[in-house]
């Protein structure tokens, strides 16, 4: 609704392996402050970068995880 106010994500993943072991705890907070037409498609944006930022952590653990 427009004037309502900013557009957040919050979110607090767990990447855990087969066997339930934690690799990761990846939190992550987005925002798009104000109203109006600025916050139009806003969830789009805030979505993509903690999606850009998922995986980053993601690549990371799985260039730690040993070879077996």
Avoid at 1 to 30: C, F, H, N, Y
Avoid at 56 to 67: E, Q
């Amino acid at each position: 609704m427009p004037g309502a106010g900013a557009t957040k994500l919050s979110i607090d993943a767990v990447v855990t392996d087969q066997e339930g072991k934690r690799l990761a705890r990846i939190p992550a907070e987005r925002s798009v402050a104000g109203g109006g037409v600025y916050t139009i498609g806003a969830w789009e944006h805030v979505f993509t970068e903690v999606a850009k930022e998922l995986v980053a952590v993601l690549r990371d653990v799985n260039k730690r995880k040993p070879v077996k």
